[in-house]
């Protein structure tokens, strides 16, 4: 049978320029593991808009064929099998892609310039090649190259060196290229989360801080579950999470340093604090200090000279401060006007104004990096639910309710939420009870369960990678 003819097509080089990533280091315990932390990257090809909008995305996902990428010998093969499965289940998560099975494949694809009608033929819109190349010792090369299959063009082409250890990060760096080249805004892959790992009987249950990549793997256990742990907190830029621990049965809030597992307290106050959060710029943490008439109030403290600002002083119950992205104004619950409402006020505190006004109680808010939205849970008649509304209260939307949802937090792109979700007990011995952590989109679609290794809760979703 002849092939048909392919366009004069040339393909494009990878450039020669290059910048460096690199990887955070993980703490287990008290004691670091830092993983290989150089990554080079070269890219190259023809800027290009948009294929497809993100509405039209979720009404009609992408059809991508991601075939396995090539690799010269044994492990390389290997490697490249695992990449190109990462890279498909991330985009197969978002709900925006529809993965094409392998077995439809006319052959598979190599790096060089494909024949397009085998992939028109199984309806592929966009097409991701690539190769494996081991350099010796423990480096390796990954390039990879992302087609445009109706016109025939190449979109994207890069290249990364690195440790070979590294390989799955690679794959979510990729994943996120070809999100962000396909849809037009940038993708979330490249993340982590930090979050409570619950486990044991339910009225004992042992609550340790823990961390992950977005799809639940690598992950490590921060603590060891001496002390209870709550609310943690990504730093916008630093290797640093806060969170609230029960250390020597004085709740407060402390500091994590993830390359050294060190912990510190973030302050010596009277009372006990709580809900602590980052400063856009990374340079102070809000957070609430109850007062000694059973009240709480809002604090910003200072990281460098640890001077703490009072925001607050209503005689009510202000907490779960969250700063906007711009880091000019506050959003916060509060129970000032007999009810636990969401109020927001500027930075420096004062000027409060009430912003939910539905039936039910409202809390855990948490502005969108996109300055859009602010996402909160709010209890009614006894149904828990998670949903978003704009920043003056307007256009509330509730996006999944149950027996128990609570704690939204956003993806570093505002396009998805994660929240933890528990189930009723059978009986008094917590029989059938679990909490796990679960994500959806902003819109209310895609809504699905992540994978991990316990019992979790509180989830905070970490800023792109550096």
Not at 291 to 311: E, K, M
Not at 371 to 381: Q, V
């Amino acid at each position: 049978m002849t092939q048909p003819i392919i366009p004069s097509l040339s393909l494009p080089d990878i450039d020669a320029r290059s910048f460096s990533l690199s990887r955070r280091g993980l703490a287990v315990g008290a004691a670091a593991l830092i993983l290989p932390n150089r990554l080079y990257a070269q890219s190259a090809g023809t800027p290009a808009d948009s294929a497809i909008v993100v509405d039209r995305a979720r009404i009609d996902p992408i059809p991508i064929a991601i075939p396995v990428f090539a690799g010269a010998d044994g492990e390389s093969q290997r490697l490249g099998n695992d990449i190109a499965g990462v890279i498909t289940n991330n985009l197969a998560r978002s709900g925006l892609f529809r993965a094409i099975d392998p077995a439809a494949f006319i052959g598979q694809a190599s790096s060089d310039v494909p024949n397009f009608a085998n992939w028109k033929g199984i309806g592929a819109q966009a097409l991701v090649t690539g190769k494996v190349e081991n350099q010796g010792g423990t480096k390796v090369r990954v390039e990879f190259r992302l087609w445009d299959v109706l016109p025939g063009q190449q979109i994207q082409g890069t290249a990364y060196s690195t440790e070979t250890a590294n390989w799955r990060r690679i794959a979510h760096i990729i994943s996120d290229v070809i999100y962000e080249r396909l849809l037009g805004e940038k993708g979330y892959f490249d993340t982590r989360i930090v979050y409570i790992a619950g486990s044991g009987p339910r009225d004992r249950r042992v609550k340790r801080l823990a961390v992950m990549d977005q799809d639940g793997e690598n992950n490590r256990f921060l603590t060891d579950g001496t002390w209870i742990a709550k609310t943690p907190r990504f730093h916008p830029t630093r290797d640093q999470v806060a969170f609230m621990s029960y250390a020597n049965n004085k709740p407060r809030v402390y500091m994590f340093d993830l390359g050294t597992g060190r912990q510190s307290a973030l302050g010596d106050f009277s009372g006990m604090t709580l809900s602590p959060r980052f400063a856009p710029d990374g340079n102070s943490v809000v957070m609430s200090q109850t007062t000694p008439g059973g009240n709480a109030d809002i604090y910003s403290v200072d990281l460098g000279s640890r001077r703490a600002t009072r925001l607050t002083d209503s005689g009510s119950i202000d907490v779960s401060p969250c700063y906007s992205p711009d880091g000019t104004q506050i959003v916060f619950n509060s129970d000032r006007g007999g009810d636990q409402q969401l109020y927001v006020m500027g930075a420096g505190g004062g000027g409060a104004k009430r912003i939910s006004f539905g039936n039910g109680r409202y809390g855990t808010p948490v502005w969108s990096p996109r300055g859009d939205l602010i996402a909160f849970t709010k209890i009614n008649a006894g149904t828990f639910s998670v949903g978003v509304m704009r920043p003056d209260g307007s256009g509330e939307r509730i996006l999944s309710e149950s027996f128990y949802v609570e704690g939204p937090t956003f993806a570093p792109n505002g396009r998805v939420i994660m929240f933890w979700r528990e189930t009723p007990a059978r009986d008094n011995r917590g029989t059938g009870f679990s909490a796990r952590l679960v994500s959806i989109d902003i819109t209310g679609f895609n809504e699905r369960q992540v994978a991990t290794p316990t019992d979790a809760s509180e989830p905070a979703w970490g800023p792109l990678l550096a």
